[in-house]
């Protein structure tokens, strides 16, 4: 985004120098020079790091989602972040699943069976699909959601004894290990080749 004159301009949309008058097509930003954009008086505006967001979990930097569904007085249901993610899980379940899905027709047509190693993963997509939507039920704000859905695979924590308190090293520092990130959902199981 750019300003020129106390004017806003975006890139693919048209518009009109405040100055000059002159009129510039909806695609002049992509294809000018930094040279040309200067010629033109614009300067650069960039998003500051705090005014970045997680649209999927924020309305916007500071705003949360809902998480749970509401409704109110009249009855109309707003869908919270939950339902809506499991509704997702739903979705994955169901792509998984319907590459094997002629294998269970054709088992029913034809009165044989499903070979086992497809009704094994079959059976463990469903149960995956049936834990991750229980880890978000279990979720208590948008932060563990959004944790639970695309946190990192591992963490860096602080080693413990055995008694669980923290080790250090000899001048006072923390020892750090890398390890499985506890917070995040159950992984969907891996395809049969």
């Known amino acids: 985004m750019f300003t020129v004159s106390g004017q806003t301009v975006k890139y693919d949309q048209a518009w009109t120098h405040p100055d000059t008058g002159v009129q510039y097509p909806a695609n002049w930003l992509r294809l000018a020079s930094p040279a040309e954009r200067e010629a033109a008086g614009l300067v650069e505006v960039t998003t500051p790091a705090s005014a970045v967001y997680d649209q999927r979990f924020y309305w916007n930097s500071s705003t949360p989602k809902q998480l749970d569904d509401v409704t109110d007085d009249d009855g109309n249901t707003t869908t919270g972040l939950k339902t809506l993610w499991k509704e997702k899980q739903n979705e994955i379940a169901a792509s998984l699943l319907a590459p094997s899905d002629w294998r269970v027709i054709k088992a029913k047509e034809t009165g044989t069976n499903i070979p086992s190693t497809w009704k094994t993963y079959r059976a463990a997509v469903r149960t995956?699909?049936?834990?991750?939507?229980?880890?978000?039920?279990?979720?208590?704000?948008?932060?563990?959601?959004?944790?639970?859905?695309?946190?990192?695979?591992?963490?860096?924590?602080?080693?413990?004894?055995?008694?669980?308190?923290?080790?250090v090293d000899d001048d006072g520092n923390p020892v750090m290990?890398?390890?499985?990130?506890?917070?995040?959902?159950t992984v969907w199981p891996d395809g049969i080749v």
């Open 177 to 185: 290990e890398t390890v499985a990130n506890p917070n995040i959902a």
């Open 128 to 167: 995956a699909c049936n834990t991750r939507q229980g880890e978000i039920d279990a979720c208590a704000d948008v932060p563990a959601l959004k944790e639970l859905l695309f946190g990192a695979a591992t963490i860096e924590q602080q080693q413990t004894d055995a008694d669980g308190n923290g080790v």
